[in-house]
């Protein structure tokens, strides 16, 4: 049994390579891509794989690239439901310009869910997550899935006793009900659901709060990146340092940083340890070139860094 159970309703196929020099109507030949299963469940269960906690993916797929995430990720020894669709899985493209060190990201649209296949997606879920810790349901939807799809999830947690776990962003998180136990957005998303922006470290945590206080979650972890994180409970607010590392591409790193809250989180440690650990997550994730992910062995080592060179 999985003790974390993801649902990536819009995944995609990562594609990276790169190039000495983009320029317009040339062919430019890359170099030899890079293929990873992507979408935010998926990376997430992906990490707390990969940092030694069971965890299943659940998420539709179609065609060839659909296909070839499955395969992916039986090749990592991910535990998923892929849940076959009639329309094409997407794909996302990576291109880093050796010449300036910029990375293009390109993503396609996905396609269009319909409701027959959104229920088998839930059905596929519940069967998953009977008896899991954490639900995470994380990513854009996809076209054809209604605002408030997020908030279905909700109730299906509610119904099994599992705790949600939301990141997303736009229409999805407003729409996304009160049954989020644990909600990760970045300061954009959170300002994006504001409907304006948030100037200062005081307005940072009144935001942060804020979504305390008006039932949307019962734990929020608000990414601020190179500056780390707030964390907000009914304990009130503080604010977490990030970990300073040279970074290399920021692909992945908030999904690396809710794994690894996660994970803490099984592991026994307290909410403010375990996104302490979250946080080194994301920053080993920063280390890597392309579209992989963390490695376990920089985030124990980021982790277990002394506060003062942090």
Do not use: W
């Amino acid at each position: 049994m999985a003790r974390i159970v993801t649902l990536t309703m819009n995944p995609a196929l990562d594609i990276a390579t790169s190039i000495q020099r983009i320029e317009p109507e040339r062919k430019l030949r890359c170099d030899a891509p890079r293929y990873d299963p992507g979408g935010g469940g998926i990376n997430v269960a992906r990490v707390v794989h990969a940092l030694g906690v069971d965890a299943r993916a659940v998420f539709p797929a179609g065609g060839a690239a659909g296909e070839l995430i499955g395969d992916l990720l039986r090749q990592e020894g991910v535990a998923h439901v892929a849940v076959p669709i009639k329309g094409f899985t997407r794909e996302s493209l990576n291109v880093a310009e050796r010449e300036s060190g910029q990375q293009y990201r390109f993503i396609l649209p996905g396609p269009e869910i319909g409701g027959p296949d959104q229920q088998r997606c839930l059905d596929a879920l519940a069967t998953a997550a009977a008896g899991a810790d954490f639900i995470v349901a994380s990513g854009s939807l996809p076209r054809g899935a209604p605002e408030d799809f997020y908030a279905h999830v909700g109730d299906l947690a509610g119904r099994l006793g599992v705790r949600l776990v939301l990141d997303t962003s736009g229409p999805a998180l407003r729409h996304a009900g009160t049954g989020v136990h644990l909600l990760k957005p970045s300061m954009g998303e959170l300002e994006g659901l504001l409907g304006h922006p948030v100037q200062g470290e005081r307005e940072e945590e009144q935001a942060a709060r804020g979504l305390i206080e008006q039932g949307r979650c019962e734990v929020a972890i608000v990414s601020l990146g190179a500056r780390g994180a707030l964390l907000a409970s009914t304990q009130g607010v503080e604010r977490l340092p990030a970990v300073q590392v040279p970074a290399k591409t920021a692909v992945g790193a908030g999904d690396s940083m809710l794994a690894g809250v996660l994970v803490g989180l099984i592991r026994g440690l307290d909410l403010r340890e375990a996104a302490r650990y979250g946080i080194a997550a994301g920053a080993a994730a920063l280390l890597a070139a392309g579209t992989q992910l963390c490695r376990p062995e920089d985030v124990e080592r980021l982790y277990r860094r002394p506060a003062d060179t942090r």
